[in-house]
């Protein structure tokens, strides 16, 4: 925290009581304004912590530090006051680092801002990140892109021409060092590339610093290191995000013709979405969870369908049978790796939290304001869920109705 | 259909012992699964042909193993090999075990050869006029269904049904066959590495600001930083403003097809 300097002599000279003799006078009592931080009133603060207006004094100890205005009016939460941060500009930058992120759906994936986190502490001060994304891709500058790099990707499954156009974007670039996830996608981008270009690739790199990278080998039983490579794969959950001041994210031309060639021997390929319904819940993209707040599970599993999510449970259903004990979340059952997840009627122990640590987004429904489970949540609704769950229903039946209308056919 | 699988010589993680990885054991039982009428044999690069012997009792009959010295590079003899055989199918494990575990000797081949590469498959069947229908992980249970014909290069995901357990007859009854051919010395290209001992590193804690407090680290163990901080909450909304609200925000972290769109075509 950086407070303001005291300056004595200014607050001296403000004390100064002038006028009336020879003899300088100076007030001691009076403090000088604007000297920082206000000051505590704890008498205040405790009357802020007092609930209702009964006989017997009550107090919510949990409230701290909000010495005025309605004792239980909300949840506090602790917005960062920031202001915003300036964008860092890297004009001309001494060399470049490439990242080539899966970016699926336009969206980058917390693997991809861990490499881009990699990239950056490889590009330091001097260097600069330049992004290559097929199609467009949000929040590129936040997770600490300097440049970026866009083309346009082709439609359909074309690993092998996929790899040609990055490879031509990295020819054009001319960067120093080339970063790829070591994902399904990004590994398999990463070995095509390496060998269309005759380099070689440092696969599964955990630690990444401008001194070298590391990477465990023969089953993990040594790990090798090397200076910074030309092309490297990043392990998943080894490298921590970019956390500075958002860059600038600068577009660059796309020089050089892309190649276009049809895949050979490839007839077609259709993706199957996982079948939420019979998906492991360990592996599950979206589960929606249900507690001992819920009376209704036949709405609870309509809700689950139309949702196309993957149900589950907290334990108290699993030992009342209501659930099967695969669909348990927490600690004694299945800790989950879900994106989001969405919890009705969940009080939010902490055994139960244990399985939720791991998703990204949580929502809850919940009466009680004071559930741990609310307290978790990115939205967090306290609300009858035996009243949101049939709301839901109308709502999606109706966008699906209208849905249905609007589209050709 | 002629069926090559590509065994490496693996060594167990923890006793260094010679194992059969587990999913180059796999790729044989995709291979095997694939009809009786196969012509399915095994191919290792190495100087020892011990190592692989393993695999006949996991489902071959036959092992072709080309002599190449313990530092060369195994790929420029297994291609010239695999030329000569030209297979339908060449199966791989998606990592070797117990080497250097980069996963690039299938892709190598694949340049080598010519042919395409289908990586991470969990399925194989065969369809109608030759052609070969591929499943292959894309993650979180989620498949893409590939049909390719010709031949092509495919490499096995750990997902795949487990291997067929090992049996000692076959074992006794298949054998491992030797190529005379001596092929020219390639030695591998070495990247200047040093090696030590493998350290653990903790794990990071996703959302922990770097060089915060511990109390901030455990926060974010917690989840009780990052998104929560930020969240919204609503008080005894109306329940139809509350799955408005919901639905909103499941479309927007992007967990929920938008509104009117069915399931997304994506490729
Ligand atoms: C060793 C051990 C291991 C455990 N492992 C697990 C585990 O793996 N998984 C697990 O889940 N539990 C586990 N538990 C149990 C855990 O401690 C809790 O008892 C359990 O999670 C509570 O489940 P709940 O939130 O559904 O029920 P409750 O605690 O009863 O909470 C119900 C919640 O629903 C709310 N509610 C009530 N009516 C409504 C309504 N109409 N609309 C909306 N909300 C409403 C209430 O306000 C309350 O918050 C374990 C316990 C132990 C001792
Ligand atoms: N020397 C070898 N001989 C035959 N196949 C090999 C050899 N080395 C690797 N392979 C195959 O290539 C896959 C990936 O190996 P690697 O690139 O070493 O991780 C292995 O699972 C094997 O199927």
């Given amino acids: ?409 | 259909m002629k069926i090559a699988v590509l065994l490496s010589a693996g060594l167990h993680p923890v006793s260094g012992a010679p194992v059969l990885p587990r999913v180059e054991a796999q790729a044989i039982r995709m291979a095997a699964g694939l009809g009786a009428s196969s012509e399915i044999f095994g191919l290792h690069a190495g100087p020892d042909a011990a190592a692989i012997a393993e695999a006949l009792g996991q489902g071959l009959d036959r092992i072709e193993h080309i002599a190449v010295a313990a530092g060369d590079d195994p790929v420029p003899a297994l291609a010239a090999r695999l030329a000569e055989l030209a297979p339908a199918l060449i199966l791989a494990g998606r990592r070797s075990q117990g080497g250097d575990e980069s996963g690039l000797v299938p892709y190598a081949l694949a340049r080598a050869l010519s042919l395409p590469l289908v990586s991470d498959v969990v399925a194989a069947a065969r369809e109608a006029e030759g052609a070969l229908r591929l499943d292959q992980s894309l993650g979180r249970g989620a498949l893409r269904r590939v049909l390719v014909r010709g031949p092509v290069v495919v490499t096995c995901h750990p997902d795949a049904p487990a291997p067929l357990a090992y049996a000692y007859g076959r074992a006794r009854r298949g054998r491992v066959e030797t190529l005379a051919v001596a092929p020219a010395a390639v030695p591998a290209p070495a990247i200047a590495m040093e090696e030590r001992p493998y350290r653990r590193r903790p794990k990071i804690v996703k959302g922990a600001p770097a060089g915060g407090s511990a109390a901030e680290r455990l926060k974010a163990a917690t989840g009780e930083s990052g998104s929560a901080s930020s969240g919204r909450l609503l008080i005894q909304p109306d329940p139809e403003d509350a799955a408005r609200e919901i639905l909103a925000y499941l479309r927007q972290i992007g967990v929920l097809a938008p509104a009117g769109a069915g399931a997304e075509p994506k490729i």
């Fill in chain 1, 1 to 409: 925290m950086s407070r303001p300097r005291r300056d004595p002599r200014a607050e001296r000279a403000a004390t100064f009581i002038a006028g009336e003799g020879p003899r300088p006078r100076y007030d001691r009592t009076r403090r000088a304004a604007g000297s920082g931080r206000p000051r505590r009133d704890p008498r205040a603060e405790r009357e802020a912590q007092r609930i209702g207006g009964g006989a017997r004094l009550r107090y919510d100890l949990t409230q701290v530090g909000r010495p005025i205005g309605e004792a239980v009016a909300a949840v506090p939460r602790s917005a960062p006051v920031a202001e915003a941060p300036k964008t860092v500009i890297v004009e001309t930058p001494a060399f470049l680092v490439a990242v080539v992120p899966d970016a699926p759906g336009g969206r980058l994936s917390g693997h991809d801002r861990q490499v881009l986190g990699a990239a950056r502490a490889l590009a330091g001060r001097e260097g600069a990140v330049a992004v290559i994304v097929e199609g467009d891709c949000e929040g590129l500058g936040a997770a600490g892109a300097d440049r970026v790099l866009r083309f346009d990707g082709a439609k359909g499954y074309d690993p092998a021409g996929r790899a040609a156009r990055v490879g031509v974007a990295l020819a054009g670039l001319a960067a120093r060092h080339v970063l790829f996830p070591e994902s399904l996608d990004g590994g398999d981008l990463a070995r095509r590339v390496a060998v269309a270009s005759g380099e070689a690739l440092f696969t599964n790199a955990e630690v990444v610093a401008a001194k070298g990278l590391v990477r465990p080998a023969r089953g993990r039983r040594v790990e090798q290191s090397l200076a910074p490579p030309r092309l490297a794969t990043v392990a998943p959950d080894a490298v921590a995000d970019y956390a500075g001041p958002p860059r600038e994210a600068r577009a660059l031309p796309f020089e050089g013709s892309v190649p276009v060639e049809t895949p050979k021997n490839i007839v077609s390929a259709t993706r199957i979405p996982a079948d939420p319904a019979t998906v492991p819940l360990s592996l599950a993209e979206f589960v929606v969870s249900a507690g001992n707040g819920l009376t209704d599970l036949d709405t609870f599993r309509q809700v689950v369908t139309e949702l196309h999510a993957t149900p589950g449970a907290s334990r108290v259903l699993c030992d009342a049978g209501l659930m099967p004990r695969h669909s348990q979340v927490g600690a004694s059952g299945t800790v989950l790796a879900a994106t989001c997840y969405f919890a009705l009627g969940i009080s939010g122990a902490p055994q139960h939290l244990q399985g939720v640590a791991g998703c990204e987004h949580v929502v809850a429904v919940n009466t009680d304001l004071h559930a741990a489970m609310i307290e978790r949540a990115g939205l967090a609704v306290v609300q009858d869920a035996q009243a949101v769950m049939p709301a839901l229903l109308r709502l999606l039946a109706q966008e699906s109705g209208q849905g249905a209308e609007g589209a050709p056919l």
